[in-house]
């Protein structure tokens, strides 16, 4: 499914070492891994407990964690921790996410859920 891969979080930063996808919290932004808020990043709640991928995200550039009560938990990005190419944050008038509840299943390769990537599952339907 995921390929040992790690989905990056609102940092967008992810490990040099690939690692399953697990639930645990990334030390740079404190933010869980969740393809499904990585489908529907205007969607709260599941394992990250509040803020959605794009509050999440507008609140790492803010004060660099997901939650000001995270801020404790986390630390400086190293430099084997780089982001990834191109990436940009979530921006519902660009990126074509889903509405609604999904019905369909979630993609074999999770990475194709980076709505910055061209490989982005759902390119072909942007504006």
């Known amino acids: 499914m995921n390929s040992g891969r790690r989905l990056p979080g609102p940092d967008n930063r992810a490990p040099a070492a690939p690692v399953p ?18 489908r529907h990043p205007t969607s709260g709640g599941g394992p990250n407990h509040g803020p959605s991928l794009i509050e999440a995200q507008a609140n790492y550039r803010r004060i660099g964690a997901v939650t000001e009560e995270m801020r404790r938990h986390v630390r400086p990005p190293r430099d084997d921790e780089p982001p990834d190419p191109g990436f940009r ?5 660009r990126d074509p996410f889903e509405q609604g ?6 993609p074999d390769d999770l990475t194709t859920l980076y709505y910055w ?9 942007a504006p």
């Open 21 to 38: 996808l697990v639930a645990s919290q990334a030390a740079v932004c404190y933010w869980e891994e969740d393809p499904s808020q990585l």
């Open 117 to 125: 990537r061209p490989t982005s599952w759902r390119r072909h339907l």
């Open 101 to 106: 509840p999904s019905h369909d299943p979630m």
């Open 89 to 93: 944050p979530a921006d519902p008038d």
